[in-house]
């Protein structure tokens, strides 16, 4: 069951990252307005989750989790949003990478979680395959693309989220109230950015285009709340680094929409669909697949 949820996340988080590209390369260049703007729908989707899984009042302890969680689930937004300004849509993200390889430190260090060999391995080759699909050709010689810092900076802060989730499932929480518990602090750090003087004049400023652009912003974080949740629950049933180091097949997701739906919704995407770049991520998909058959518990 835990496998199903894990599989799922990517898939919906896929969907959120494409409305993403298209919010920060389109409408909002700013990504501390965009921020602000995508966490006020915290105010409706923690309710309506409540509303269907009625939330426990968790030990008072575990307060300075949920204020971190809140904290790294709006931090990690401005170097993402910074990732996706710089290249491909599914090129940014596999350099999330950085996530899946901090994870089984951080998971080691914080909630004593240990694999056998053949599971570090197969997290190795998803890390393998994700970095190679990142990596350019230029003049004879390989770099790394320009998103890489920012969209890494972004992969550590959710490392330390997925850990940090995992902590609260170890000490009885459930899945609805953690992932609300986040949503409802994530909101307490986005508010926290009006203190700016000119924070605040942008918000006035673009409040007009947000509305307009109202009903992509409620798909987006609708697949981005469900990712999570969905994550969260594959976490809650298994280890950390295992479901982390699944929900790496966001970028070969991301490549089959933009394949799919490319030609309909072409404003949408920001995705290279040269024959030999697919070539390219579907042979590194194969190599991601036999990582996923291998950490498979």
Not at 213 to 221: K, Q, R, T
Request: aromatic fraction near 16%.
């Amino acid at each position: 069951m835990w496998l199903a949820f894990a599989l799922l996340s990517p898939a919906l988080y896929a969907i959120s990252e494409i409305c993403d590209n298209f919010l920060v390369n389109k409408r909002f260049k700013h990504p501390l307005i965009l921020i602000f703007f995508t966490s006020l729908f915290n105010l409706f989707y923690a309710p309506v989750l409540f509303y269907f899984k009625h939330p426990v009042i968790p030990p008072l302890s575990t307060l300075p989790i949920f204020i971190l969680l809140g904290f790294v689930n709006v931090a990690y937004l401005y170097p993402y949003y910074k990732g996706l300004q710089s290249d491909d849509t599914s090129v940014a993200i596999s350099f999330l990478a950085i996530e899946r390889l901090m994870v089984p430190i951080l998971a080691f260090l914080i909630v004593g979680e240990v694999l056998n060999f053949s599971q570090y391995l197969g997290i190795l080759i998803i890390v393998i395959s994700v970095v190679l699909l990142g990596l350019r050709h230029a003049n004879s010689k390989f770099k790394l693309s320009k998103g890489v810092w920012y969209i890494s900076l972004a992969g550590l802060f959710l490392a330390f989220e997925g850990v940090f989730l995992k902590l609260l499932f170890d000490q009885g929480v459930s899945v609805s109230t953690a992932i609300g518990g986040e949503a409802i602090f994530s909101l307490f750090f986005s508010f926290s950015l009006l203190i700016l003087p000119k924070i605040r004049r942008d918000v006035r400023t673009m409040f007009p285009a947000f509305m307009v652009l109202a009903p992509l912003f409620l798909i987006e974080e609708l697949f981005t709340f469900l990712g999570l949740l969905a994550e969260g629950y594959a976490i809650s049933l298994a280890s950390v680094s295992v479901v982390k180091g699944i929900t790496m097949a966001a970028p070969f997701y991301l490549l089959i929409y933009a394949w799919l739906g490319g030609g309909i919704f072409p404003s949408l995407f920001k995705e290279n669909l040269h024959r030999k770049n697919v070539v390219k991520k579907l042979l590194l998909f194969v190599v991601l697949i036999v990582g996923i058959l291998l950490i498979k518990e």
